[in-house]
């Protein structure tokens, strides 16, 4: 591990992530499954998506990696780790090919809900490959639709959490003092969402306002 590609202060928030992230799915994991057996929101994955967001896929991956594996033992069932992991490295890679091929056409609450349905399918897929019992994949569909429910939940917090945040913050916290030519990633990440978001409500404006500009007034109809 190189010092410069891992500095002390990455290696903190990634840190930090991960303790959050095991924090939230322990928590999770005390509630019963929503209407599925073993279906969870996956509120953990706000973390995960925050890491790849602000740094990149190998460090989103290793928040996941460390997030599952740790998250399985404290919860006492190691077998949690085909599933968990599985399906937390498949949707991450779908995250990070939709952040770096198609963002910003879509938004990040739209690769949230992606990222989300993989999830849920690769684990159901996993366990009836695991389990041999193919009656599981009639959850299909309630997987799915929990997977949007969940990624647009994790969507909509990672959204606030780099719209509300200074972008400085999100450089110090990434890079550190190295300078401003690398802080420029975790800059341009949170000023992207920030400007995603303006340029919607600006258009939404301009088509309001052409409207507006197309229908008859009051005054010209009593006329």
Known sequence: MKASGFPAKKIAVLALFTA????????ENQFPPLIVPGAKMGLANIFSLSALILYGPMEGFIVVA???????????NISMIMYSFTGGMVSLA???????LVYPRISV???????A???NIVQNAVYVLVT????MFTYMPYLALIGILSGAIVGAVVSII????????????????????QAAPAQAASAAIKTGEEQTNAQGDGK????????????????
């Open 20 to 27: 959050l992230g095991l924090i939230v799915f322990i928590i």
């Open 208 to 223: 309001n306002g052409r409207e507006n500009s197309d229908s008859p007034s009051s005054d010209g109809a009593a006329e």
């Open 117 to 119: 349905v993989v999830h």
């Open 66 to 76: 460390v997030r599952t594996i740790l998250g399985s033992l404290f919860a006492g």
């Open 94 to 100: 779908v995250s990070a090919a939709l952040m770096y």
């Open 132 to 135: 041999n019992t193919p009656l």
């Open 162 to 181: 780099f719209k509300k945040i200074p972008e400085s913050v999100f450089a110090r916290a990434a890079f550190g003092p190295i300078g401003k030519k």
């Open 109 to 115: 609450m739209a690769v949230s809900i992606a990222a």
